[in-house]
């Protein structure tokens, strides 16, 4: 709000769209004029001027009241396309040629773009009133429209009504809109108006990361005393980093933890319950994991945050593990994160959870045990062919790609090649599997064994069926009384230390 004012007193036109608003639509508002619609709109006093929008739109409270100019929205959009109808008709009756074709009101606009992001409605415009008609051709009152159909419209509406060159602020404008039309909404308003300076503030990095062309920066702190302060920083652009990972990195408080996956699944719900001292951030891919945290390296400006990466097994060997240990990414004891549950500690706290007795988690677990030996003694050539893949795939992008010439990368290519011996890898890995089996390690088949499945065998020792049995899993993390599982779970993955 002190953006809003001190920009509007110094003579630059601000229009302020607030997070806190009435999505209260009434479509058969009665317009005033084009000039007092306006000005209630932007003021909230027909008489006009920005000295009034303190007391008058925001109630004295600009930073907690809530916006209830939805009609003023409705009145001023119908204003301006009484007052383009008339013109139209108007010149008409004169005769004058070059009127063929009625120019465009700004709500012809806003319907085009509203039914351009919202593709299975259409807008219904007439004379004093608004509907929405749906593919099937049925037809209902604007004012039944959905929170998602109503803020769209909202939104177009206000930005199409601000003055030219104007500072359009919106604050949080991801509120009740699908995230699948989001980026796309904002670009057709953008496009739109092309003329005005669009400032969004908002918690949603992916629709910061979005505004490709927009310079964003990272709200850190506020304080009061001695006086009104931000801590702002500016978020660098970088080819090696994501913006949505720069801000997140920038904005965060605490170390930030670079996961696999996406964060909607149950890994994400584990590591933010047991890393519950960093930032999760999913990436997506193991080798997008420490593609991050290496270009997190290369960011002296980012260090006093810190961070470090975690990845499945995947076949790593130890050498391996300690490798990516010293540059901050962290092994799990397994080869799927999923099989976390399969350890003995968290199998046996998460049978307590469901009031398993001792003895019977015990009977239980021995049953498990049983069943991933036997399955990964059956699938064996499988496992350790999927293995000698990662592995030669491993060798393979070793390759340097630095030869000056075509007969040089030709050499080292062969020499390469011929280095590795997928038979050999196979071999070793088989071996090494059916001695961990005959020896009853089950520790070391799980950290070969990748397999997603048999998370379905917890579920069955426990009586669950698998989705079920995950949906307790996430909501005994979110809760208060997780915590011989929230134990268990820090027991047995890795102790992370934040690279500085």
Not at 38 to 47: D, K, V
Not at 220 to 239: G, Q
Not at 357 to 376: E, T
Request: some cysteine.
């Amino acid at each position: 709000m002190l953006l809003d004012n001190n920009l509007s007193s110094s003579g630059v036109e601000v229009h302020r769209i607030a997070a806190h608003r009435s999505l209260n639509l009434n479509p058969a508002v009665v317009p005033p004029s084009l000039e007092i619609a306006q000005n209630r709109l932007f003021y909230g006093y027909e008489g006009g001027g920005f000295q009034y929008k303190y007391a008058h739109r925001y109630g004295q409270k600009p930073e907690t009241a809530l916006l209830s100019d939805f009609d003023h929205v409705l009145s001023a959009l119908y204003a301006e396309n009484n007052d383009v109808s008339i013109a139209y008709r108007q010149m008409a009756l004169a005769g004058d040629g070059q009127f063929t074709a009625p120019p465009p009101a700004k709500i012809d606009t806003l319907k085009s773009i509203w039914e351009k992001v919202l593709p299975h409605r259409q807008l219904v415009i007439l004379g004093g009133n608004l509907k929405t008609r749906t593919a099937g051709g049925e037809e209902y009152s604007a004012s039944e429209m959905s929170d998602g159909e109503r803020v769209t419209f909202y939104l177009i509406g206000q930005a199409l009504l601000a003055k030219p060159n104007t500072l359009l602020i919106f604050d949080e404008p991801e509120l009740h809109i699908n995230r699948s039309i989001l980026a796309k909404l904002w670009d057709e308003i953008e496009s739109a108006r092309s003329d005005c300076c669009f400032l969004y503030i908002t918690h949603d990095v992916e629709f910061a990361s979005s505004r490709y062309a927009a310079t964003k920066y990272a709200l850190r702190a506020f304080r009061r005393v001695p006086h009104d302060a931000w801590d702002i920083e500016r978020v660098p652009e970088d080819r090696e980093l994501p913006d949505d990972i720069v801000a997140t990195i920038i904005g965060s408080r605490r170390p930030v933890l670079f996961v696999e996956g996406s964060g909607g699944s149950l890994d994400s719900s584990l590591y933010r319950r047991v890393y519950d001292k960093f930032t999760v951030v999913p990436v997506g891919s193991c080798d997008q994991v420490i593609h991050t945290v290496a270009a997190f390296a290369a960011r002296p400006e980012l260090h006093r945050v810190g961070c470090a990466g975690l990845v499945d097994a995947d076949g790593r060997t130890d050498e391996e593990a300690s490798y990516l240990e010293g540059k901050g990414v962290y092994r799990l004891p397994v080869s799927e994160v999923e099989n976390v549950l399969l350890l003995p500690g968290v199998f046996l706290a998460l049978a307590a959870s469901l009031n398993f007795s001792v003895y019977d988690a015990q009977a239980r677990l021995a049953v498990l045990r049983s069943i991933v030996f036997a399955q990964a003694f059956k699938q064996a050539d499988e496992i350790c062919l999927r293995y000698t893949r990662r592995r030669v795939d491993a060798e393979m992008k070793k390759i340097g790609l630095s030869a000056p010439n075509i007969t040089t990368l030709d050499a080292e290519f062969r020499q390469a090649a011929a280095s590795v011996d997928p038979a050999a890898i196979f071999n070793d890995a088989k071996a090494k599997l059916n001695a961990a089996i005959a020896s009853q390690d089950y520790d070391k088949v799980l950290l070969a064994y990748d397999n997603k499945g048999l998370l379905s065998e917890v579920a069955k020792q426990l009586g669950y069926q698998q989705k079920a049995l995950e949906e307790f899993v996430g909501r005994t993390l979110r809760s208060d009384d997780s915590s011989v599982l929230h134990s268990a779970l820090e027991d047995d993955l890795p102790t992370v230390i934040p690279r500085p």
